[in-house]
């Protein structure tokens, strides 16, 4: 039956055409945009994950700021104990030297209080943003070194200690006397142990700076995952949207021809009362 009143053929025709109209402007945002999921009216599930993902990057860009930070400031001890440790084994020299007979006791302990000054100046000198891990006052220092994300949602910090060795406590350079062959003999023991010591301190902040270098870069792949991970839920995949874009141009046109064909059944009406 045809209706001059009621023209189904174009209600259709005019439905598809406003689907496809639609289908036509989501498919060029996301063209135009870079993302399939932009909005949280596109995929609410999606564009939730998406965005806990991105605090989470943005967090691990603090982590690693903060392992930097506290790389660079065990870096600096870790130097400084190993050059205290290498004027250490110069200053054995010299009290070895002392111990002998016909020597000028009086010029070597002046070269030895310059090797004490020495340490004490790079005990004081080894710090960084203020942080000094060689002297008493300097302390421990904690390094913020991750942030765990459980099933559950919740957050937790995990953070790395590294331990002050202080040198201006633990090496009592005041032992060391060359004034005289009997105390400079007296001294190489005293020797011994500020060098053990020193190595043993020196060791440990190496030790310290290998595992910040290493959890730093650990977050750094962890974070450049999650932006892999967060363009893959988010991302468009340029490639279907344009094959997607071709084919609902064609569509559009096609539903535009529809609706005029729909648009033009009554006036065949007209011909029934020529």
Avoid: C, H, Y
Avoid at 38 to 49: G, L, Q, T
Avoid at 75 to 103: C, F, P, R, W, Y
Wanted: charged share 20%; no cysteine.
């Amino acid at each position: 039956m045809t209706s001059i009143l009621t023209n189904n053929g174009a209600m259709v025709a005019l439905q598809t055409l406003k689907s496809i109209n639609n289908d036509l402007t989501s498919t060029q945002n996301a063209i135009s945009t870079g993302k399939e999921v932009a909005m949280a009216k596109d995929n609410s599930a999606i564009w939730a994950i998406s965005k806990v993902m991105e605090s989470d990057v943005s967090g691990f860009k603090a982590v690693s700021e903060s392992l930097s930070l506290g790389e660079s400031t065990v870096a600096v001890a870790s130097a400084g104990a190993e050059q205290i440790t290498n004027i250490l084994n110069e200053m054995k020299e010299k009290v070895v030297a002392a111990t002998g007979e016909n020597v000028d006791n009086a010029k070597i302990t002046a070269d030895v209080n310059e090797l004490k000054a020495q340490i004490t100046s790079i005990i004081s000198a080894s710090q960084f943003n203020g942080s000094n891990l060689l002297n008493t006052a300097g302390g421990d220092i904690t390094v913020l070194s991750s942030l765990d994300r459980d099933a559950a949602g919740a957050v937790t910090a995990q953070n790395i200690t590294v331990s002050s060795v202080d040198f201006e406590a633990g090496l009592d350079l005041t032992t060391i006397d060359v004034s005289s062959a009997a105390n400079a003999d007296a001294s190489i023991d005293d020797m011994e142990t500020l060098i053990q010591a020193a190595v043993n301190g020196a060791a440990a902040l190496g030790a310290s700076a290998k595992r910040i270098s290493d959890q730093n870069e650990f977050v750094g792949k962890v974070s450049d995952a999650m932006k892999s991970g967060i363009g893959s839920l988010v991302d468009t995949d340029m490639e279907a949207a344009s094959a997607r874009l071709k084919a609902l141009q064609t569509q559009q046109q096609l539903g535009v021809q529809a609706l005029s064909i729909a648009n033009s059944a009554p006036q065949t009406v007209m011909s029934l009362f020529r």
